[in-house]
């Protein structure tokens, strides 16, 4: 693990590159450009705030800015995990050309994604402030959670990026089984409106609650997080990543036999 850090720092200019060529290449020859990352959320966003909040009878505005916090760090561990656990397979030719420490390409998608949700965080945030202005000092977290959901994600990702070199399969099988996680996390409703039945002490084992839960007190709330959030999520966070690296460098010299 600490050589896998090392090889990171080492190879930090690479890894600019590439975030930089990715970032570059997303939205080249494109109309909109970066406006694409705004405007697939917008109108996931937009829709789901009139449908779920007529379906619930919430505020529309209130229910708007609810979303908002939801989808945030929804979309930054769902992007993270497919577009990371490919990494490895779409630079296939790049790594038979080049000596370089495998972990530097799933690496480097996996902060082009951050960027991303980052960026796009900001625009609809500046939104959001049209719909119903909102600021407190709790804001000042949000930078702190964006990096703990990446370290979370950023660790189930190095797995699956390894699984799917060996399982070729599991790449679709990744999105579909986030198409169904989507509906055991709660993005458009509170975890409190499930009851204290079996499907809701099953949910609430869903790691990614906390994560959420550290968007939405300092966007909805107003509030910094609990220091018991706080705690359980860089645990959750550091064990991921620790994890992640330990699998991703034991099975990182067989990768070459497998593409």
């Known amino acids: ?19 930089r ?41 209130t229910f708007a800015v609810y979303l908002f916090a939801g989808f945030i760090p929804w979309n930054c561990f769902n992007n993270i995990l497919i577009q990371t656990s490919n990494s490895l397979l779409a630079n296939e030719g790049l790594m038979k050309k080049i000596a370089c420490p495998k972990i530097v390409f799933p690496i480097s998608v996996s902060i082009s994604v951050l960027i991303d949700s980052f960026l796009s965080f900001i625009a609809l ?58 509906f055991f996390t709660p993005v458009v409703y509170r975890s409190d409106s499930l009851g204290s039945g079996l499907v809701a002490r099953l949910m609430s084992l869903n790691p990614l609650n906390i994560f959420i839960e550290l968007m939405r007190l300092p966007l909805v709330d107003h509030i910094f997080p609990d220091l018991s959030i706080i705690a359980t999520a860089l645990l959750l966070s550091i064990s991921s990543f620790i994890f992640g690296l330990y699998i991703f460098k034991k099975y990182e010299k067989t990768l070459i036999y497998r593409l």
Do not use: C, E, H
Request: proline content about 3%.
């Open 125 to 182: 945030f500046l939104l959001m402030l049209l719909i119903q202005p909102l600021f407190s000092w709790a804001l000042v977290f949000i930078p702190i959670a964006f990096l703990l959901i990446y370290f979370f994600s950023i660790g189930i990702a190095l797995i699956l990026s390894i699984l799917t070199v060996y399982f070729r399969d599991l790449q679709y099988v990744v999105t579909i089984f986030l198409q169904v996680f989507f």
């Open 21 to 61: 060529q990715q970032l570059v290449l997303r939205y080249r020859r494109t109309f909109f450009g970066y406006f694409w990352t705004l405007i697939n959320p917008l109108l996931t966003m937009g829709a789901s705030s009139i449908i779920f909040g007529t379906l619930f009878k919430a505020d529309i505005k």
């Open 1 to 19: 693990m600490i050589n896998a850090i090392q090889a990171i720092q080492k190879y930090q200019f690479l890894i600019r590159l590439l975030i």
